[in-house]
């Protein structure tokens, strides 16, 4: 499988089980009136060849991760460039990518270490409805 995605289109992979994830991306919709954002589960086909692409593990879900292009950023990273993207007063948390990544990257560890206990997860990925089915490359 070969993926043809317009590279102005930023793509947000998420673990699909995750209940924070889901809801990070549940986040993000409304805040992106444009729909310029695309979204796939790590767990997808998609998600995997993206992955694969970008020399990142496909074994191990413990990030979020947004591709730009040819840029690809994890983590606190990806939530920086995420919240740039939001616009707006979301944009403020975009400051966070000057702060020393190990920081940043260590707290957002903590966070992921502890999602499903915290959070709960789904016994199967998340299935888009309405207009935000399209946003989705499955």
Not at 41 to 65: K, N
Not at 96 to 117: G, S
Request: glycine residues 8%; negative net charge.
């Amino acid at each position: 499988m070969s993926l043809e995605i317009p590279a102005e289109n930023p793509i947000v992979l998420f673990d699909g089980v995750c209940n924070l994830c889901n809801g990070f991306v549940q986040f993000i919709v409304p805040r992106d009136p444009d729909g310029k954002i695309r979204f796939a589960s790590l767990q997808s086909d998609v998600g995997q060849e993206l992955l694969e692409a970008h020399d990142l593990p496909t074994d191990t879900l413990e990030s979020i991760v947004l591709i730009e292009g040819e840029d690809c950023y994890v983590k606190s990273g990806a939530v920086a460039r995420i919240a740039a993207h939001l616009g707006g007063v979301y944009a403020l948390l975009s400051a966070l990518r000057y702060l020393p990544r190990p920081i940043r990257d260590r707290a957002y560890d903590f966070v992921a270490a502890r999602r499903y206990r915290w959070f709960g997860q789904k016994d199967q990925c998340m299935m888009p409805t309405g207009d935000v089915r399209s946003r989705f490359l499955e």
